[in-house]
């Protein structure tokens, strides 16, 4: 599988974003996708991750109720609507897919990885 993430920018604070992230391959239903992010300097954190079906979805308590994680099973392409943005929001973002069934906020039970998008809040 191979990931794309797409969508960072530049934003003030309060404003809202949102990433897309496009997989290749035929089996992208079967996957667990996640959002991470990571600022300078320090290290990788969970953002949101949803179920192959996209009944199940979880954020870190940083986020919720501000980012909402979809996916289009239809499209190869996992979402991460991104509202109320905060400086503190500032990193580069990127999505990942798990061949494991149980949604999971840890990094390494990841099996694949994008690129990952600038997302800059000014304040």
């Known amino acids: 599988v191979q990931l794309q993430a797409s969508g960072g920018g530049l934003v003030q604070a309060g404003g809202s974003l949102r990433l897309s992230c496009a997989a290749s391959?035929?089996?992208?239903?079967?996957?667990?996708m996640g959002w991470f992010r990571q600022a300078p300097g320090k290290e990788r954190k969970f953002v949101a991750a949803?179920?192959?079906?996209?009944?199940?979805?979880y954020y870190a308590d940083s986020v919720k109720g501000r980012f909402t994680i979809s996916r289009d099973n239809a499209k190869n392409t996992v979402y991460l609507q991104m509202n109320s943005l905060k400086p503190e929001d500032t990193a580069v973002y990127y999505c990942?897919?798990?061949?494991?069934?149980?949604?999971?906020?840890?990094?390494?039970?990841?099996?694949?990885w994008g690129q990952g998008t600038l997302v800059t809040v000014s304040s």
């Open positions: 949803i179920s192959w079906s996209g009944v199940s979805t």
């Open positions: 990942a897919a798990a061949r494991l069934g149980v949604v999971t906020r840890v990094p390494h039970e990841y099996d694949y």
């Open positions: 391959g035929r089996t992208f239903s079967s996957y667990v």
